[in-house]
């Protein structure tokens, strides 16, 4: 089949070589992809031609306008099924070709003989504009010639090989425009992956006999992914009724994938032109099954204006991702359109979603952003069942590295409360010849191998043999006992993990440490003091005559003496102003007469009379060590016993505060007590920093790691070895010179 399509693309790529001249190479997909849709139809339509013509003549002899009920029910395929469109034209692409004079008036006449379904697909092409434009340059005879050569017909090209014509071809338009192939297609096997993570896991369910399964891909591009997922389910249960749906914001693309679905007989189907994230054709539908390619990092600034008006977006309240990169916002869409979900009741199945991502949605964003919180949600509601890391090098458009989430509202009773990685990024066969940056793909094996691992649900260890390079060659689920070539080695990996859904949450919490100031009056700041508040002279030297020349350590007491001493003035002397403007005058003083000094006592910003402080609500959900007492505890959120019955609070120094990632299985203070009081013994937990949800000491955030999940120490090589190499290169230098100067 391959062969076959690859043959197919290029013959059709050698007709667009015609349009030279009027046509820029990108805009070839102008002319090239209605006319293999318009050809497509026209092989598909032949069979019963003769019977529709025959019947629209009797109709019209009777003055019957609407035909396109009828018609569409007769034309049929080779199998008795009805198609749901018609065309009603004499001509057809051999009868085009008999006519060069006329070509262009007969091409829109042969175009308007289309039901209405297929012309509204067609002014989506704005097919129209090309026919003049090809007609005036001579051009539109020889490539209707080109196409009437070629069949079309699904007996001798089925629709997976269709599929994949179209998606090359494409990726060459966008390849000649220096434009993202991304935005409309995934490559085969990935969707093939896709799809067996999606419906693998309900093989008992989809081969019952009376199964209807509805699937739903907003961003759809040519309809590669609905055309896959369909044809699993067909392959597995040839009596299963399979409804599409689809959306794509591209015109071109909705109108192959919208006649992709007409040929294929979906009439319970249907595809759509629009914005995903602004305009809904589904409102009132939920999906079995969605799965998606969003376009990498896409900008949602045009879309922001209508989203903002929304008391949330799809049923999600929280904070939105940054502006630059909506990816997340698409499997918020898909995750309000799951069914719900109930366990033993068949008219709540719940639903499952596959979506592609680059890595910014794993770990963007820190605790507290639009993209944590919706991690967090998502986790949080147990819907986000695995995430598969694919090879990098593997789409047409990026060599980034891309992953696969599964999410649902269904999870298997052992995936409950759980996450599961798979670590494919090693798994990849190198191309022979690349594709744009598409470089690498994964084979059949890797990717029954990777769909098994995820059906297992558990930690799996393998074994990969590495060339010289430490390239992949070679994958084993059992230690091998052969001999590899010289160079090569097997070495194991860890290629499946599960978790708790809490190992990827974390605590961000502040950690701050007493500003310490040492006090002196030098003459540069009385100077800088002065300039400023020239009408405190008398007063600064009041000061200066209490206090001295000499540095002290203890702001604290300086700043009593100085107050002390401003207080005494006589009444002709000018002392602080009031309001705003002696406030100011404060703080001129001390950054003036201060300087940080990590010897000096800590500066105490507020003195707390009782104990009026509970620890209840600050630590959620957390068992605190039972050793630790009150008075710790309060030492720990920055709140130190005076020696009395009160409490100091000291001012934090801006320029040593600090953040410290706590995991959510951790209690914070035991975290606090082994990672941070050892090595800044006067450090103290930020309490005002509080998680708006649960209202706890620090912000929850939510992130994944693939690096440091599957992270594998490599020990240095040894010395002697390292050595032992310097020689080599040592001596071959020594014999090229030895070559060169005898």
């Known amino acids: 089949m391959s062969a076959n399509f690859q043959q197919l693309a290029n013959f059709i790529w050698s007709v667009a070589d015609l349009l030279r001249g009027p046509y820029r190479p990108p805009q070839y997909e102008r002319v090239m992809l209605p006319l293999t849709v318009l050809r497509r139809f026209d092989a598909v339509l032949a069979l019963s031609k003769d019977a529709v013509l025959k019947r629209y003549a009797d109709l019209d002899s009777k003055g019957i306008a609407n035909v396109d009920a009828i018609l569409n029910n007769l034309a049929k395929d080779e199998d008795g099924n009805a198609l749901g469109f018609h065309n009603h034209s004499q001509l057809n692409f051999q009868k085009l070709k008999g006519d060069p004079d006329n070509i262009g ?22 097919f129209s504009k090309e026919i003049e434009k090809l007609e ?3 051009r539109l005879y020889q490539v209707v010639s080109q196409f009437a050569e ?15 014509v179209f998606e090359d071809l494409i990726r060459r338009f966008n390849e000649a425009a220096n434009e993202t192939a991304g935005d409309h297609f995934t490559p085969r096997e990935v969707i093939q992956l896709m799809v067996n993570l999606l419906l693998e896991p309900d093989t008992n369910v989809l081969t019952q006999d009376g199964v209807i399964v509805t699937i739903c891909d907003p961003a759809c591009g040519t309809g590669g992914m609905l055309a896959e997922a369909q044809n699993w389910i067909r392959a597995h ?9 689809g959306q794509d914001y591209n015109p071109r693309s909705y109108a192959v994938a919208a006649s992709d679905l007409l040929i294929k007989g979906h009439k319970d189907g249907e595809v759509v032109l629009g914005n995903t994230l602004t305009d809904d054709p589904f409102p009132d539908q939920h999906f079995d099954y969605l799965l998606a390619n969003p376009p990498f990092g896409v900008d949602w600034k045009a879309e922001k204006k209508v989203i903002d008006r929304w008391p949330n977006f799809c049923g999600y309240s929280g904070k939105l991702p940054r502006i630059n990169d909506g990816a997340l916002l698409f499997l918020l869409y898909m995750m309000s359109k799951f069914q719900d979900y109930k366990s033993g009741d068949r008219n709540k199945p719940g639903s499952r979603t596959a979506i592609v991502f680059n890595g910014s ?21 147990d819907q986000l069942e695995a995430i598969v890391a694919l090879p990098e090098q593997m789409f047409y458009n990026t060599g980034i590295g891309t992953f696969i989430w599964v999410v649902s509202n269904r999870k298997a009773a052992h995936r409950k409360g759980k996450i599961q990685l798979i670590d494919a990024r090693e798994r990849y066969t190198p191309m022979k010849r690349s594709l744009g940056d598409k470089r690498r793909y994964v084979d059949q094996a890797a990717l029954n191998a990777i769909t098994c691992e995820h059906g297992k649900c558990s930690d799996i260890t393998s074994w990969v043999r590495l060339d010289k390079d430490e390239k992949p060659q070679e994958w084993s689920s059992n230690k091998p006992t052969d001999e590899t070539l010289e160079g090569q080695k097997w070495v194991e990996r860890t290629t499946s993990r599960v978790f708790d859904n809490t190992d990827f949450g974390y605590r961000r919490v502040t950690v701050l440490r007493p500003l310490r100031l040492r006090f002196q009056i030098t003459d540069e700041a009385r100077e800088r003091f002065l300039n400023t508040c020239p009408e405190l002279f008398d007063a600064l030297q009041a000061a200066q005559d209490d206090l001295g020349t000499e540095p002290l350590l203890d702001w604290n007491q300086a700043w009593a003496t100085v107050q002390q001493v401003f207080k005494s003035l006589p009444d002709d002397m000018e002392t602080w102003a009031k309001g705003a403007k002696g406030t100011a005058q404060k703080k001129i003083f001390r950054d003036c007469f201060t300087a940080v000094n990590p010897d000096a006592e800590p500066v105490i910003a507020k003195r707390h009379k009782a104990d009026s402080f509970g620890d209840a609500g600050y630590f959620p959900a957390q068992t605190l060590p039972t050793d630790l ?6 030492a720990l959120l920055g709140l130190h016993c005076d020696g009395r019955q009160g409490f100091l609070e000291y001012e934090p120094d801006p320029a040593l505060k600090d953040v410290e990632n706590v995991p959510l299985k951790e209690d914070i203070v035991s975290y606090f007590l082994r990672e941070v009081r050892p090595y800044v013994s006067d450090a103290w937990i930020d309490r005002q920093t509080l998680d708006e949800q649960d209202g706890g000491i620090g912000k929850v955030g939510y992130e994944i790691s693939f690096n440091r999940v599957f992270f594998q120490y490599q020990p240095p090589r040894p010395l002697e070895v390292i050595d032992a190499e310097l020689a080599g290169v040592e001596q071959r230098i020594l014999d090229l010179l030895r070559e060169v100067t005898e």
């Open 105 to 126: 008036r007969h091409l829109e006449d042969y175009i308007a003989g289309f039901s209405e379904n297929i012309r509204k697909i067609f002014d989506r092409f704005e």
């Open 150 to 164: 070629i069949d079309l017909h699904p007996k001798r090209v089925d629709n997976i090989t269709m599929g994949l």
């Open 237 to 245: 249960n040839e009596q299963a009724t399979v409804k599409v749906f």
């Open 361 to 381: 949605p794993l770990f963007t964003g820190g605790a507290g952003s639009g993209e944590s919180e919706i991690r967090r949600w998502i986790i949080e509601s």
């Open 136 to 138: 005036e340059s001579n």
């Open 629 to 634: 007492t009150k008075q710790e505890l309060y």
